[in-house]
């Protein structure tokens, strides 16, 4: 008798939660090796794609170990009755919209009735909220308590609380959950066929990184719980890392921050319902009443019975919204494309460059944003560096020293207050030069992406990668032509005179340029007002949902799920930002008139900067 008491209890410590324990210890020597491979950034460019494949096929090895033990999700359509019913028993009034599917689209808001510019549609309490607070007071508060990983990290104490609540089938928040999205269509979910359609894309790198830190946090705390006391009463021990990729692309998709009960500090939150509207562009509408402690969510425009209600996510690229949300917003009206520029410290005049720019102030290394806007895709920093890194010694000793110094560096920012005729073409040819590089790095033509884009049978996420290199490469067009035209405005308006300076006629010519809208700390990124437009989204059944990418402006202006699940504790440093060297420039007199001397001299610079 005691010895078949004996063998049962073996039997369930064997087995404990459904996993034997040589498959565990499995998984705790594989997670290992995953840690230590991840523990450190990608290498450089020539070697970070097969870094990644390395960890990649790891990975892969791992998840076929533990498919039998993934947490099951039940059909997603057959889960909505449940979540409205859970909704109404909340008193959560519906009468404006209801869930719907909108066929391709996938799940969205519908309007039930007419709704009108800035009216009151939508009202979500904290009781109905996952926050980091309920998180705490959850049975993960003691290991919260612990561990000074989860401590600093609110955005995986989230991912964690999602995962234990779907857990327990007694969750108060269980039909809110079900109701969510089997998988998602984030970075996390490429495979290497359809990362390598961003080759030339800065997102690239940025896909790969996620991967590896997210591979990292998994590593850790699968280690943690088969270790940690605390752990032992988590229904989450033996975490999967598709659980774990699957709740951490719950809530980088779902995120917002709202006041905390005291006031004192935000709190990390997902708002169910309300998180199911989707995309468009316009303005922020969506605030937290602390009165009511609730979430208040204005209707951006009017919107007839029957219509998809949109709201503004907040002014984020395509770029971002791919890699945190899972979608591509073609209209994006704030879309944007990253370029890294540098001075390379093997050009004669390295020294007295960085001293201008450190006087503005600029780094002589720095990334900065080419925008979609066709009018004002360049901005006051890009021109400042593109004028001191195209400047002579001449130049460069006059907005150091002398009277009038600290004016002229205060003017680099200045569109009409060009340093020199040369400078100026000069500037403007190394950007035009530097575009066309990036653009022809690209394996395909923006005729080709079309074409492409008409094939039956691409997949999802191949299809997103296509459309956000085709937003890229329209931004850099525009940038090319805009050069062009900047150029030729420098000759009409600059060559003929000899000091080099603007006209007053053409000072009202030329459109400031533009500037990104800084919100007040209490709103919530989301919602608009007086505007529309199409809405972009992807909240399939079959998991590829965007209707999801929510920021609630929190004390430093906006949410950033990307810096919280990105730059995790578990580093020894931050990531660097992956930042180039420019190479040498050409040195060229600012008394030159010579245009082909100038713009060879900036292609020469801007070959040599991309190399």
Known sequence: MGKKNKKAKSAVADSENGMPRHLRREILTIANELLEKCSLPFGSRNTEWNDFLDVYQVVEKLRKKQQNYVLHHDDRDASLSGFVSWLHANKIDTSAVTVADFGESGYGLKATRDVKANELFMTIPRKLMLTTKTARNSVLGPLIAEDRILQSMPNVVMALHVLCEFSQQDSFWMPYLKFLPKSYSTGLYFNPDEIQLLKASPTLSDILNQFRNITRQYSYFFRLFQGHPEASKLPIKNLCFDDYRWAVSTVMTRQNQIPSDSGDEMDTALIPLWDMCNHTNGQITTDFNRDLDRSECLSLRDFQQNEEMLIFYGPRSNAELLLHSGF???????????????????????????????????????????????????????????????????????????????????????????????????????????????????????????????????????????????????????????????????????????????????????????????????????????????????????????????????????????????????????????????????HLSADCSDRSAVVADAEAAATAADN
């Open 328 to 586: 591509v917003y073609e209209g994006n009206e704030f879309d944007r494309l990253a370029l890294r520029v540098g001075v390379s410290k093997n050009d004669t005049l390295y020294s007295m460059k960085a001293e201008v720019l450190a006087r503005i102030p600029l780094n002589s290394n720095c990334t900065f944003y080419l925008h979609a806007d066709a009018l004002n895709p360049v901005d006051g920093d890009l021109l400042a560096y593109l004028r001191v890194f195209s400047m002579d010694h001449a130049a460069l000793f006059e907005h150091m020293f002398g009277d009038g110094s600290s004016e002229r560096q205060q003017n680099l920012k200045e569109f009409l207050k060009p340093v020199s005729k040369a400078n100026e073409i000069k500037a403007w040819s190394f950007l035009e030069t530097r575009a066309q590089i990036l653009l022809r790095a690209y394996p395909t033509t923006l005729q080709e992406d079309d074409e492409i884009l008409l094939k039956e049978g691409l997949s999802e996420n191949s299809r997103l990668a296509v459309k956000l290199r085709r937003c890229e490469k329209r931004i850099l067009l525009n940038v090319i032509e805009y050069c062009a035209a900047q150029k030729e405005r420098v000759l009409e308006q600059f060559f003929a005179s000899d000091d080099g300076l603007i006209s007053e006629s053409c000072e009202q010519e030329r459109a400031a340029p533009c500037s990104c809208a800084k919100f007040s700390e209490a709103h919530i990124h989301h919602g608009s007002s007086g505007s529309s437009g199409s809405s972009e989204r992807n909240d399939k059944g079959d998991g590829a949902s965007h209707e999801e990418h929510r920021f609630i402006v929190g004390g430093d202006g906006a949410g950033n799920e990307k810096g919280n699940f990105e730059t995790v504790a578990l580093e020894s440093s931050k990531l660097e930002n992956g930042i180039e060297d420019g190479g040498e420039p050409g």
